[in-house]
């Protein structure tokens, strides 16, 4: 039986927990699942198995095949059913409600967690924004005059962020060139972010302040926001990302509660600008101490830590609604790739290669500069847990397959 260390209190389990499962009572992250022949409807992470919150609690908003429902019902309805599982599942008096309806996790099919509203991804690493900086602008300044001064962000597509497993066809687009061709991109990448999921809304006109993140964030997934660099380096003077980013976003299954995240919550990066009132976090620092794996068919090749981002979460949203703009359940905002001083922190392979010209030497010999047809990728993240282990934020795995498109 596991120990559970609580803020006050340390309880037992009558669950079986595998040892050094990042799915301990310390996460309790949520999903949407199925088993063959049912619906879709929501559960619980923990340990090898997932409770069917559907079944278990007898709650409709259980059953709606999304998280949205659930999310809408706000911060207080959040932090009661917390408490309700973490008491089913450490007082023996449930055991005989709860125990029929954990299900093993590897017999279960996840879904989409969330039908996603809008979708925003910032640039907020300051070593990823630096060695891009460096790379795509040799001899400039590698950061632009606003970087310090705000969080750098885009409106990507909601219609294209998809479930953990989903192929990634490869994008097609202008490549540039003189002229410029299209056809599949030559470089694909990845980019191993972390993303923050909204669940109550806000009213148009009023921005949301930095100490208000955790009355209007849910929780957090784990997020691979693939890029084409050829698509995306022809496009995006003077507006922006546009095709080379909008084809696909990847996230995690589970999204893990910020209830689960206090024991990883550390004061942000040094700024070397003041800044702003609004985005002043002197007394609402949301650094999150967490550290991600980026894997190549398996290999890993980079630990990117959090930790070190320089725009934290808290600041995102309040520079997200700044002007008024109004936040809806579902809303997903990603960090941006996480980086950190080291090469073998870097999260993307434009960074990993030097834009191309450093070569990755994989275990089995092969090389890659950008991904080819038929590569995998895996990002996972763990988090240091209340209970003093390290809890899991799931991972989020996507091969790439080739486009069937005639070269023009």
Same mark, same amino acid.
């Given at each position: 039986?596991?120990?559970?260390?609580?803020?006050?209190?340390?309880?037992?389990?009558?669950?079986?927990?595998?040892?050094?499962?990042?799915?301990?009572?310390?996460?309790?992250?949520?999903?949407?699942?199925?088993?063959?022949?049912?619906?879709?409807?929501?559960?619980?992470?923990?340990?090898?198995?997932?409770?069917?919150?559907?079944?278990?609690?007898?709650?409709?908003?259980?059953?709606?095949?999304?998280?949205?429902?659930?999310?809408?019902?706000?911060?207080?309805?959040?932090?009661?059913?917390?408490?309700?599982?973490?008491?089913?599942?450490?007082?023996?008096?449930?055991?005989?409600?709860?125990?029929?309806?954990?299900?093993?996790?590897?017999?279960?099919?996840?879904?989409?967690?969330?039908?996603?509203?809008?979708?925003?991804?910032?640039?907020?690493?300051?070593?990823?924004?630096?060695?891009?900086?460096?790379?795509?602008?040799?001899?400039?300044?590698?950061?632009?005059?606003?970087?310090?001064?705000?969080?750098?962000?885009?409106?990507?597509?909601?219609?294209?962020?998809?479930?953990?497993?989903?192929?990634?066809?490869?994008?097609?687009?202008?490549?540039?060139?003189?002229?410029?061709?299209?056809?599949?991109?030559?470089?694909?990448?990845?980019?191993?972010?972390?993303?923050?999921? =909204?669940?109550? &809304?806000?009213?148009?006109? *009023?921005?949301? %302040?930095?100490? @208000?993140?955790? +009355? $209007?964030?849910? !929780?957090?997934?784990?997020?691979?926001?693939?890029?084409?660099?050829?698509?995306?380096?022809?496009?995006?003077?003077?507006?922006?990302?546009?095709?080379?980013?909008?084809?696909?976003?990847?996230?995690?299954?589970?999204?893990?509660?910020?209830?689960?995240?206090?024991?990883?919550? =550390?004061?942000? &990066?040094?700024?070397?600008? *003041?800044?702003? %009132?609004?985005? @002043?976090?002197? +007394? $609402?620092?949301? !650094?999150?101490?967490?550290?991600?794996?980026?894997?190549?068919?398996?290999?890993?090749?980079?630990?990117?830590?959090?930790?070190?981002?320089?725009?934290?979460?808290?600041?995102?949203?309040?520079?997200?609604?700044?002007?008024?703009?109004?936040?809806?359940?579902?809303?997903?905002?990603?960090?941006?790739?996480?980086?950190?001083?080291?090469?073998?922190?870097?999260?993307?392979?434009? +960074?990993?290669?030097? !834009?191309?010209?450093?070569?990755?030497?994989?275990?089995?010999?092969?090389?890659?500069?950008?991904?080819?047809?038929?590569?995998?990728?895996?990002?996972?993240?763990?988090?240091?847990?209340?209970?003093?282990?390290?809890?899991?934020?799931?991972?989020?795995?996507?091969?790439?397959?080739?486009?069937?498109?005639?070269?023009?």
């Amino acid at each position: 039986m596991e120990l559970v260390h609580g803020p006050a209190t340390v309880r037992n389990t009558w669950l079986e927990l595998p040892a050094g499962t990042g799915f301990g009572l310390a996460n309790l992250p949520y999903g949407v699942f199925s088993t063959p022949g049912t619906p879709p409807r929501t559960g619980i992470a923990v340990g090898d198995d997932v409770l069917d919150l559907a079944a278990a609690t007898g709650d409709d908003v259980h059953a709606t095949g999304s998280l949205n429902a659930f999310l809408a019902r706000g911060p207080a309805a959040w932090r009661e059913l917390r408490a309700q599982l973490t008491e089913w599942l450490t007082d023996d008096r449930y055991r005989a409600r709860v125990e029929p309806h954990l299900l093993p996790r590897d017999g279960v099919t996840m879904h989409l967690p969330v039908e996603v509203a809008d979708y925003v991804d910032f640039y907020s690493s300051r070593h990823h924004a630096e060695n891009l900086g460096r790379i795509l602008r040799p001899g400039s300044p590698p950061l632009l005059p606003n970087w310090e001064h705000l969080p750098v962000g885009y409106h990507g597509r909601a219609g294209t962020v998809r479930v953990s497993g989903t192929p990634v066809v490869r994008p097609a687009g202008q490549r540039p060139g003189t002229p410029p061709t299209f056809g599949p991109t030559e470089r694909l990448d990845v980019e191993a972010e972390i993303g923050f999921v =909204v669940g109550t &809304p806000s009213e148009l006109g *009023t921005p949301v %302040p930095l100490g @208000d993140l955790a +009355e $209007h964030v849910f !929780g957090v997934c784990v997020v691979n926001d693939w890029s084409a660099r050829d698509v995306q380096a022809w496009e995006y003077a003077p507006l922006g990302p546009f095709l080379g980013k909008s084809f696909l976003t990847s996230v995690s299954p589970w999204v893990v509660p910020l209830a689960a995240l206090e024991a990883a919550r =550390v004061p942000a &990066p040094a700024r070397d600008v *003041t800044l702003l %009132p609004y985005l @002043d976090d002197r +007394e $609402h620092p949301w !650094g999150l101490d967490l550290t991600l794996e980026l894997r190549l068919n398996g290999q890993l090749v980079s630990c990117p830590p959090f930790a070190d981002m320089y725009w934290t979460p808290a600041q995102q949203l309040a520079h997200l609604t700044a002007n008024g703009a109004a936040l809806r359940t579902g809303d997903l905002f990603a960090s941006g790739t996480v980086s950190g001083p080291r090469h073998d922190q870097r999260g993307s392979l434009v +960074e990993l290669s030097e !834009g191309g010209t450093r070569p990755l030497t994989l275990a089995d010999g092969t090389t890659r500069t950008f991904l080819e047809d038929g590569d995998e990728v895996t990002v996972s993240a763990t988090a240091p847990g209340t209970d003093g282990g390290r809890i899991s934020l799931g991972e989020v795995t996507g091969r790439v397959v080739a486009h069937p498109i005639r070269e023009e």
